[in-house]
């Protein structure tokens, strides 16, 4: 057995990915299936709950998974400002933390991507 005490230095670091529209294709793809919401709307300004919570999703996952900056990921949801999505990358801890629904929903899409 190994001790769990032998890792306590190391570091993760985050995942980079070659191309970044083929991981956002993929993740619309799955949330679309996950939250059953067209995945052509997720772009427009529509504010319906599920349009919502998928681009929450997304922009957490670019950004905190595989370290994507603000620019980008706002570029990939339809021209956004970087600052909604720093609002999303927030407004996903609150959801994560506090609505189950949305916690399942989230890590079931996590599994699918590794």
Do not use: W
Not at 3 to 8: A, D, N, R, T
Not at 60 to 70: F, G
Not at 72 to 88: C, D, P, Q, S
């Amino acid at each position: 057995m190994i001790s769990p005490y032998v890792f306590v230095g190391l570091k993760s670091t985050p995942i980079t990915v070659a191309d970044p529209t083929d991981l956002f294709n993929k993740l619309l793809r799955l949330l679309s299936i996950e939250l059953f919401i067209d995945a052509d709307k997720v772009t427009s300004a529509t504010r319906q709950r599920g349009y919502v919570e998928c681009r929450q999703m997304i922009a957490y996952t670019m950004r905190k998974k595989y370290n994507m900056t603000c620019v980008k990921v706002a570029e990939m949801l339809g021209n956004r400002n970087h600052t909604t999505i720093v609002h999303n990358t927030n407004m996903h801890h609150n959801d994560y933390q506090l609505c189950e629904r949305y916690r399942e929903i989230y890590d079931r899409v996590c599994k699918h991507l590794l």
